[in-house]
């Protein structure tokens, strides 16, 4: 699993070893990672490395008592890298470098979503779907606002940020919807379900063909997006753009936004085998907006 094997290696190149874990566990990450300047490269990867690595936990044991040890490790090692004292485990190693500029309570802040997750599973409203997401992808995004300008004023970035996260944490969860179904869960917002009748049983059976879960994947779609045009809007002063050093963090809105075209182009239905093949057009989309500044 993920966080034994973290132990055992990659102590002598922790950033490598970074970058590899995001390149096999999160690739729409190793790909906006283009966005950022060489120097804060390694610093990018990380943290990413430490958000992968948490979101897999929860996954990754079917008893909670376990993964709640393994986040313990991290609550505990995010108190000895700013002491200066980091364990010796590649990523919590990789962050030492990153500590300067991000503030430690966005990583308790992240550890902790985790830990709910894992305590209490599933989503009963829309409204705490969009609490976890912001406790976990919106502040990922504000530690990399602080990596990329820790000096920054400008309180309108943060909501951005906001935005784009829910966006993010909302589209991650649609497109895990086949797997967790496979595991016989249902993490989409209960009310929603309710409403359209959906019974978790016949999703588990019968994925996109079970009676309402287009209907929800539609609704929850649109959530995502109106996440996505609140965030445009709010940069509309500024023609569209961020600034230069501020824009890798908002690189990450181009593989949601992939994402959710995609589902749309195949009419909301998140099972479609052809959703969980990586889209061969996004590197050139990244590209272009890094260019552009636009998402």
Known sequence: MIANRANTGGTDEPFAYCRDLVKKYDYDAFLTSSAYPANLRARYFALRAFYAELAMIPDSTTQAVIAQMRLQFWRDAIKSLYEGNPPKQPIALAMQSAA?????????RIVDARVSEVTSPGFPTVESLNSHAESTSSTLLYALLSLVSPSSTSTVYPHVASHLGLAHTIATHLRSLPYHASRRQLLLPAELTAKHGVVQED??????DAHGIEDVVYEVA???HDHIRTARGMLEPE???APTEIWPVFASAIPTISYLNRLEQ???????PKLQTRDWKLPFSIWKANRSRLF
């Open 100 to 108: 300067s500029s991000v503030p430690a309570y966005h990583l308790r």
């Open 203 to 208: 999703v588990f059976r019968h994925g996109g």
């Open 222 to 224: 649109s959530m995502a």
């Open 239 to 241: 023609g569209g753009k």
């Open 266 to 272: 195949y009419n909301f239905n998140a099972f479609e």
